[in-house]
C-alpha cells in the first residue's frame, strides 16, 4: 500500500523511542510502523527482505554484476532538527556511529536540538576553452554573452526551467596551463537543479552550450562537466548544548566543553588532525547519503576540497566556548543532494529510508545531512575528550569476540559489559560467561526471589476453545520477583519496579494497567496498609503468548506470601493468579495462571464449561526453541475471526477443529512415551490446520522455515497466531535453531521441559 499515508512533516512522530537498540529487527520496525514512520507496505517489505536492491535490477546499474552486496541499514534516533523530529537512516559496516550519533542527539535536543539554514540547491557546471591570446578579455565577452547562453543551456531543460530551476548565471576565470604555458578560458555555468542531484543535466548543458563557448572565446573546448567542489549548496548547521548536559562518566560538564574546544582547534591548526576529524564527520554524512541513494563519493570530494578553501586543510566545523555556560558548535560543508531520480527510482529501502524521514525535498535534505555530520563530530571529540576512544574500541572488540564465541543475542550486553570488567577479552572468556549466565538462569538470580512459568502451547490452541484438548508447556523462570518491607515511617506506600520494561509505580486502586491489578490482589491479601517495594524480573517478553501476565502474577504472589509468611497453598495461589488474568484479559482459560503456578506440563480440556487439567508425564525430556516474531500476539483477534468463520461455516470448521483435537491426543501419547519424531509430524500437521485457519504471518512461517531446515523435527505457531511466537521441538539441534532465529533478526528462548 504504497498510498497509505504517513505522518504529515509538522506532525512527526517523536524520534525518542527508548530502549529501542534493545529490541529485535522485527520490534524495530514494528515499532517504527506503530508511531506512522513506516507504511505497512514499508513493513512487509522490510521483514520480508524485499527492500533489497534484485541482482537483475543491479545488472542493470553497472557492468559485469555478480550479485548485490549487504551493508547493515540502521537508524539513529532523537534528532530534533529546526524543531522538527527526525529519524535518521545510516547505511555503514562501521560500529558505534548510529549509537554515537543517536546519544549526540539526545544531548543536542535537550538544549533545542540543531538548527540548519536553507541549502541552495545550485550546481556549478564547467566549459574549458583553450585560446590564443589574451584569455582575460575572451572570459570577459563570454559575459557579454551571458543571456544567450543561459537561454541556450535551458532550452536543453526546458522541464527544469518549468520547476523553478535552470541555468541561473554564468562566471569566467582564466588559467595559464602548467605543461605548456597555453591559455585556458574557464566559463563556470551555474544551475539551479532543484531536487535533483543534477549531474546528469548539468553536464548535457555544458556539452550543449560548448559550442557557443568555442564561437565567444574563439578558442577550443576541451572539458565540459559538473565541478565536484559545490560551493553554491553550502549547508550550515548550529547547536547549542548547556554545560551541565555534558557532564557524565566522572567529569564536569566545564572540564568536556573545554576539552571539545581544544580538539576542534587542533583541528583547525594541524591538516593531520583535521583529516581525522573530518573522517569522523563523514562517517555519519556518508552513511545518510547511501541510506538516501546519494553519490557519497561526490559529498566526500566536495567537502575536503572545501576543508582546504584558505589554502590549508582545516576541521569543517567550529566549537566555542559561550560565557553563559553554553557549549555552541556549528558545521559548514557543501552538500549537493537529490532527492528524486537515480538510485531512489531502483533500490527500494531508498525509497523506504526517504519515506521515514518525511519525503524532504533536496534543500531540506542537505541541512539534515550537516546537522547529522556536526552530530558525528561532537559524538567523536565528547568521547576524546572523557574516556577516550580506545573505551569505545575495547567495547567494539568485546562485542565482535562475543560474537564469534557465539554468544546468544539474550545474554550479549551481560557478556560484553562482564569481559570488559575482566580485562580478558577472548572468545573462551566469553564462552566461559556465557555459561555461567546460562546456569544462573535455571535458578532465581537471588534467594530472596521467588519464580513461576511461563507457558508454550505444544497443541491444540484456537480448537481448545471449541472443548477440545490442548497441551501447555511450562517456561522454567519466565518471571522472577521479591518483595521488601520497607519501614512505612520513612517512607510510605507499596511501589512496583520492573527495571526491564522501565516501570517505576506506586501501586493505587486507581492506576491502569499491572500496578492497579496487584492493588486488588494486595487488597485480597489485606496488605494494603503495609509499606513494601516489589521488584519484577520479567525473562520473557510482554505480549508474545507466553503466558507473561500470569507468570508475573504468581511470582509476585509467592513473593508476598514468602515476605509476610502468608502460608498461602498452591491452589490459593492460582486461584488468586486466575483472578489477576481476569481482571487482565477479562476472559481466562486458567491454563496460563496453572501451568504457571505448578510449572508442570498439563493437558487440559473444557468439558461443558468445565475445565479439567491432567498433568503429563514426560517419556523423554523435550527440547524446545521458541521463537519470537516481536509483532504482539493478535489472540482477541484472531480468536474472533475464527470465530466469525465458524459461524458461517459450523461444519468444515468444526472438521478442522475435530482434526486438531485429534493430533492433540496422539501428541499427548507421543509426549508420555517420548516418540519425539512422532510429536514433532504432529506438530507439523497441527501448523497446517492453524495455517488453513489463517493465522499465520510472513514472520511465523519464516521462523517455521528456519526451524525445520536447522534441525527442528517439528515446528508450528503457539498460542492465538497473527504474530507472536512459534515452538520447536529439536531434541538434537537446539543451539543450531536459536542462532538461526537470532542470525535471522528475531528473538529466541531455549526451554528444557524435564521431569
Ligand atoms: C573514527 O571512525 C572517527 C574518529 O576518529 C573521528 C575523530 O577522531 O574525530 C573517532
Given at each position: 500500500?504504497?498510498?497509505?499515508s504517513?505522518?504529515?512533516?509538522?506532525?512527526?512522530s517523536?524520534?525518542?523511542?527508548p530502549?529501542?537498540?534493545k529490541?529485535s529487527?522485527?520490534e524495530?520496525?514494528s515499532?517504527l510502523?506503530r508511531?506512522?514512520l513506516?507504511t505497512?507496505?514499508?513493513?512487509?517489505?522490510?521483514?520480508s527482505?524485499d527492500?533489497?536492491?534484485d541482482?537483475?535490477?543491479?545488472?542493470k546499474?553497472?557492468e559485469?554484476?555478480l550479485?548485490?552486496?549487504?551493508?547493515?541499514?540502521?537508524?539513529a534516533?532523537?534528532f530534533?532538527?529546526n524543531?522538527?523530529?527526525?529519524?535518521?537512516?545510516?547505511?555503514?559496516e562501521?560500529?558505534s556511529?548510529?549509537a554515537?550519533?543517536?546519544g549526540a542527539?539526545?544531548?543536542a535536543?535537550?538544549?533545542?536540538g540543531?538548527f540548519?539554514?536553507?541549502?541552495d540547491t545550485?550546481l556549478?557546471?564547467?566549459?574549458?576553452?583553450?585560446?590564443?591570446?589574451?584569455?582575460?578579455?575572451?572570459?570577459e565577452?563570454?559575459?557579454?554573452?551571458?543571456?544567450?547562453?543561459?537561454?541556450?543551456?535551458?532550452s536543453?531543460h526546458?522541464k527544469?526551467?518549468?520547476?523553478g530551476?535552470?541555468?541561473i548565471?554564468?562566471?569566467?576565470?582564466?588559467?595559464?596551463?602548467e605543461e605548456?604555458?597555453?591559455e585556458?578560458?574557464?566559463?563556470?555555468?551555474?544551475?539551479?537543479?532543484?531536487?535533483?542531484m543534477?549531474?546528469?543535466?548539468v553536464n548535457?548543458?555544458?556539452e550543449?552550450?560548448?559550442g557557443?563557448?568555442?564561437?565567444?572565446?574563439?578558442g577550443k573546448?576541451?572539458?565540459?562537466?559538473?565541478?565536484?567542489l559545490?560551493?553554491r549548496?553550502i549547508?550550515r548547521?548550529?547547536v547549542?548544548?548547556p554545560?551541565?548536559?555534558l557532564e557524565?562518566?566522572?567529569?564536569?560538564g566545564e572540564s568536556?566543553?573545554?576539552?571539545?574546544?581544544l580538539?576542534?582547534?587542533l583541528?583547525?591548526a594541524?591538516?593531520?588532525?583535521a583529516?581525522t576529524?573530518?573522517k569522523?564527520?563523514?562517517?555519519?554524512?556518508?552513511a545518510?547519503?547511501?541510506?538516501t541513494?546519494n553519490d557519497w563519493?561526490?559529498?566526500?570530494?566536495s567537502?575536503?576540497?572545501?576543508?582546504?578553501?584558505?589554502?590549508r586543510?582545516?576541521?569543517?566545523?567550529?566549537?566555542?566556548k559561550?560565557?553563559?555556560g553554553?557549549l555552541t558548535?556549528?558545521?559548514e560543508?557543501?552538500?549537493k543532494v537529490?532527492?528524486?531520480?537515480?538510485?531512489l527510482?531502483?533500490?527500494?529501502s531508498v525509497?523506504?529510508?526517504?519515506?521515514?524521514?518525511?519525503s524532504p525535498?533536496a534543500a531540506?535534505?542537505a541541512?539534515?545531512?550537516?546537522?547529522?555530520?556536526?552530530a558525528?563530530?561532537?559524538a567523536?571529540l565528547?568521547?576524546l575528550a572523557?574516556?577516550?576512544?580506545s573505551q569505545?574500541h575495547m567495547?567494539?572488540?568485546?562485542?565482535?569476540v562475543a560474537?564469534?564465541?557465539?554468544v546468544?543475542?539474550e545474554?550479549?550486553e551481560?557478556?560484553v559489559?562482564?569481559?570488559?570488567e575482566?580485562?580478558?577479552?577472548?572468545v573462551?572468556?566469553?564462552q566461559e560467561?556465557a555459561?555461567?549466565?546460562?546456569?544462573?538462569?535455571v535458578?532465581?538470580?537471588?534467594?530472596?526471589?521467588?519464580?513461576a512459568s511461563?507457558?508454550?502451547?505444544l497443541?491444540?490452541?484456537?480448537a481448545?476453545?471449541?472443548?477440545?484438548?490442548a497441551i501447555?508447556?511450562?517456561?522454567?523462570?519466565a518471571?522472577?520477583?521479591s518483595?521488601r518491607?520497607r519501614?512505612s515511617?520513612?517512607?510510605k506506600g507499596?511501589?512496583?519496579i520492573i527495571?526491564r520494561?522501565?516501570?517505576?509505580q506506586?501501586?493505587v486502586?486507581?492506576?491502569?494497567?499491572i500496578?492497579g491489578?496487584?492493588?486488588?490482589?494486595?487488597?485480597?491479601?489485606?496488605l494494603?496498609?503495609?509499606?513494601?517495594?516489589?521488584e519484577?524480573f520479567p525473562?520473557?517478553?510482554?505480549?508474545?503468548g507466553?503466558?507473561?501476565?500470569s507468570?508475573?502474577?504468581v511470582?509476585?504472589?509467592?513473593?508476598l506470601?514468602?515476605t509476610?509468611?502468608?502460608?498461602?497453598?498452591?491452589?490459593?495461589?492460582?486461584?488468586l493468579?486466575y483472578?489477576?488474568?481476569?481482571?487482565?484479559?477479562g476472559?481466562?482459560?486458567?491454563v496460563?495462571?496453572?501451568?504457571?503456578?505448578?510449572?508442570v506440563?498439563?493437558?487440559?480440556q473444557?468439558?461443558r464449561d468445565?475445565p479439567?487439567?491432567?498433568?503429563l508425564?514426560?517419556?523423554?525430556?523435550?527440547e524446545?526453541v521458541?521463537?519470537i516474531?516481536g509483532?504482539e500476539s493478535?489472540?482477541?483477534?484472531?480468536?474472533?475471526?475464527?470465530r466469525?468463520?465458524?459461524n458461517?461455516?459450523?461444519?468444515?470448521y468444526?472438521?478442522i477443529?475435530?482434526?486438531?483435537?485429534s493430533?492433540?491426543?496422539?501428541?499427548?501419547?507421543a509426549?508420555?512415551?517420548?516418540q519425539?519424531s512422532?510429536?514433532?509430524?504432529l506438530m507439523?500437521?497441527?501448523?497446517g490446520?492453524?495455517?488453513a485457519?489463517?493465522?499465520?504471518t510472513p514472520?511465523?512461517?519464516?521462523?517455521?522455515?528456519?526451524?525445520?531446515?536447522n534441525g527442528a523435527?517439528?515446528a508450528?505457531?503457539s498460542?492465538g497466531?497473527g504474530?507472536?511466537s512459534i515452538?520447536?521441538?529439536?531434541?538434537d539441534?537446539?543451539?543450531?535453531v536459536?542462532?538461526?532465529?537470532e542470525?535471522?533478526?528475531?528473538k529466541?528462548?531455549?526451554?528444557k521441559v524435564?521431569?
Amino acid at each position: 500500500m504504497a498510498s497509505e499515508s504517513l505522518h504529515s512533516p509538522n506532525s512527526r512522530s517523536s524520534s525518542r523511542i527508548p530502549n529501542f537498540f534493545k529490541m529485535s529487527i522485527s520490534e524495530r520496525i514494528s515499532e517504527l510502523h506503530r508511531r506512522g514512520l513506516l507504511t505497512s507496505d514499508d513493513v512487509h517489505q522490510l521483514v520480508s527482505r524485499d527492500h533489497q536492491l534484485d541482482a537483475p535490477v543491479a545488472d542493470k546499474m553497472i557492468e559485469n554484476v555478480l550479485g548485490v552486496f549487504g551493508l547493515p541499514l540502521g537508524v539513529a534516533l532523537n534528532f530534533l532538527i529546526n524543531n522538527r523530529d527526525y529519524v535518521i537512516p545510516l547505511v555503514v559496516e562501521e560500529p558505534s556511529i548510529v549509537a554515537g550519533l543517536s546519544g549526540a542527539a539526545r544531548i543536542a535536543r535537550l538544549g533545542g536540538g540543531f538548527f540548519s539554514d536553507p541549502v541552495d540547491t545550485v550546481l556549478i557546471g564547467q566549459v574549458q576553452s583553450v585560446v590564443d591570446g589574451d584569455a582575460s578579455k575572451k572570459a570577459e565577452l563570454l559575459l557579454t554573452e551571458k543571456l544567450e547562453i543561459l537561454s541556450l543551456a535551458n532550452s536543453l531543460h526546458p522541464k527544469m526551467v518549468a520547476r523553478g530551476g535552470g541555468a541561473i548565471d554564468i562566471e569566467v576565470f582564466h588559467h595559464k596551463a602548467e605543461e605548456d604555458g597555453r591559455e585556458m578560458v574557464v566559463m563556470h555555468l551555474l544551475v539551479d537543479t532543484r531536487d535533483a542531484m543534477g549531474a546528469n543535466m548539468v553536464n548535457t548543458m555544458c556539452e550543449g552550450v560548448a559550442g557557443l563557448v568555442e564561437k565567444i572565446t574563439d578558442g577550443k573546448v576541451f572539458l565540459r562537466i559538473l565541478s565536484n567542489l559545490t560551493d553554491r549548496a553550502i549547508a550550515r548547521t548550529k547547536v547549542r548544548i548547556p554545560v551541565a548536559n555534558l557532564e557524565g562518566k566522572g567529569f564536569t560538564g566545564e572540564s568536556v566543553r573545554n576539552g571539545i574546544v581544544l580538539a576542534n582547534d587542533l583541528a583547525l591548526a594541524d591538516p593531520y588532525r583535521a583529516a581525522t576529524h573530518n573522517k569522523g564527520i563523514m562517517n555519519g554524512i556518508d552513511a545518510f547519503a547511501i541510506a538516501t541513494g546519494n553519490d557519497w563519493r561526490a559529498i566526500e570530494a566536495s567537502a575536503h576540497a572545501y576543508a582546504s578553501r584558505s589554502g590549508r586543510y582545516k576541521a569543517l566545523t567550529k566549537w566555542h566556548k559561550k560565557e553563559d555556560g553554553f557549549l555552541t558548535g556549528e558545521i559548514e560543508i557543501p552538500i549537493k543532494v537529490g532527492t528524486v531520480g537515480g538510485s531512489l527510482e531502483t533500490n527500494p529501502s531508498v525509497k523506504i529510508n526517504h519515506r521515514l524521514l518525511g519525503s524532504p525535498g533536496a534543500a531540506e535534505l542537505a541541512g539534515l545531512m550537516s546537522a547529522v555530520g556536526l552530530a558525528q563530530n561532537f559524538a567523536a571529540l565528547r568521547s576524546l575528550a572523557t574516556s577516550g576512544i580506545s573505551q569505545n574500541h575495547m567495547n567494539l572488540h568485546a562485542r565482535s569476540v562475543a560474537s564469534s564465541a557465539g554468544v546468544s543475542e539474550e545474554h550479549f550486553e551481560t557478556v560484553v559489559e562482564r569481559l570488559i570488567e575482566s580485562g580478558e577479552i577472548k572468545v573462551w572468556k566469553a564462552q566461559e560467561i556465557a555459561k555461567d549466565i546460562a546456569r544462573k538462569i535455571v535458578r532465581p538470580d537471588s534467594a530472596d526471589r521467588e519464580s513461576a512459568s511461563g507457558k508454550i502451547i505444544l497443541l491444540g490452541e484456537h480448537a481448545a476453545v471449541y472443548g477440545r484438548p490442548a497441551i501447555a508447556l511450562p517456561i522454567p523462570l519466565a518471571v522472577e520477583a521479591s518483595v521488601r518491607k520497607r519501614s512505612s515511617v520513612s517512607n510510605k506506600g507499596i511501589d512496583v519496579i520492573i527495571p526491564r520494561w522501565g516501570v517505576e509505580q506506586k501501586v493505587v486502586p486507581e492506576a491502569p494497567g499491572i500496578p492497579g491489578i496487584m492493588a486488588q490482589l494486595i487488597h485480597n491479601l489485606e496488605l494494603s496498609k503495609e509499606a513494601m517495594t516489589i521488584e519484577v524480573f520479567p525473562n520473557v517478553p510482554k505480549a508474545m503468548g507466553l503466558g507473561g501476565s500470569s507468570a508475573l502474577a504468581v511470582a509476585i504472589i509467592k513473593a508476598l506470601n514468602k515476605t509476610y509468611e502468608l502460608a498461602l497453598k498452591d491452589a490459593e495461589i492460582n486461584a488468586l493468579a486466575y483472578k489477576c488474568e481476569q481482571a487482565a484479559h477479562g476472559q481466562a482459560s486458567g491454563v496460563d495462571n496453572t501451568v504457571a503456578t505448578y510449572g508442570v506440563p498439563l493437558f487440559y480440556q473444557k468439558e461443558r464449561d468445565d475445565p479439567h487439567f491432567e498433568t503429563l508425564t514426560l517419556g523423554q525430556p523435550l527440547e524446545l526453541v521458541i521463537g519470537i516474531t516481536g509483532k504482539e500476539s493478535l489472540t482477541a483477534e484472531m480468536v474472533a475471526r475464527v470465530r466469525a468463520s465458524w459461524n458461517q461455516h459450523k461444519g468444515r470448521y468444526e472438521s478442522i477443529f475435530d482434526q486438531i483435537g485429534s493430533l492433540t491426543n496422539q501428541a499427548k501419547d507421543a509426549v508420555q512415551s517420548g516418540q519425539l519424531s512422532e510429536l514433532g509430524e504432529l506438530m507439523n500437521l497441527c501448523h497446517g490446520y492453524l495455517n488453513a485457519l489463517q493465522l499465520s504471518t510472513p514472520e511465523i512461517e519464516e521462523l517455521i522455515h528456519l526451524a525445520r531446515i536447522n534441525g527442528a523435527v517439528g515446528a508450528k505457531l503457539s498460542g492465538g497466531g497473527g504474530g507472536g511466537s512459534i515452538v520447536a521441538l529439536c531434541p538434537d539441534s537446539a543451539n543450531q535453531v536459536a542462532r538461526a532465529i537470532e542470525k535471522a533478526g528475531y528473538k529466541s528462548i531455549s526451554v528444557k521441559v524435564d521431569e
